[in-house]
């Protein structure tokens, strides 16, 4: 199986999000997360999903203004050229 360039929107459950795009990285994909819809909750299972995108090697980016300070804010031209880049798009 070739490599390939995900994008994972974490659009209704941000924890699952962090998850499945570290879990990907295990079989050597590239893989891009977009947080959506709404500020990611500070809660402990974040935070250690958080430590699961840093050893994985994942800079998350955002659509969420409010988190526009802390991650790269992606726009929609910017966000629809990540999807026309992905061979793979998986929302949640």
Same mark, same amino acid.
């Given at each position: 199986m070739a490599d390939k360039h995900i994008l994972?929107?974490?659009?209704?459950?941000?924890?699952?999000? *962090?998850?499945? $795009?570290a879990g990907l990285t295990i079989?050597?994909? %590239?893989?891009r997360l977009v947080f959506m819809t709404g500020p990611v909750a500070e809660t402990e299972?974040?935070?250690a999903n958080a430590e699961l995108l840093e050893l994985s090697d994942i800079v998350p980016e955002t659509t969420v203004a409010e988190m526009g300070d802390?991650?790269?804010?992606? !726009?929609?031209?910017?966000? $629809? $050229? $990540? *999807?026309?880049?992905? !061979?793979? %798009?998986i929302n949640l």
């Open positions: 994972v929107l974490a659009r209704r459950d941000h924890g699952e999000g *962090m998850r499945v $795009a079989a050597g994909h %590239t893989v299972e974040n935070a802390e991650l790269n804010l992606l !726009d929609a031209k910017a966000l $629809a $050229a $990540a *999807m026309a880049a992905s !061979d793979l %798009t």
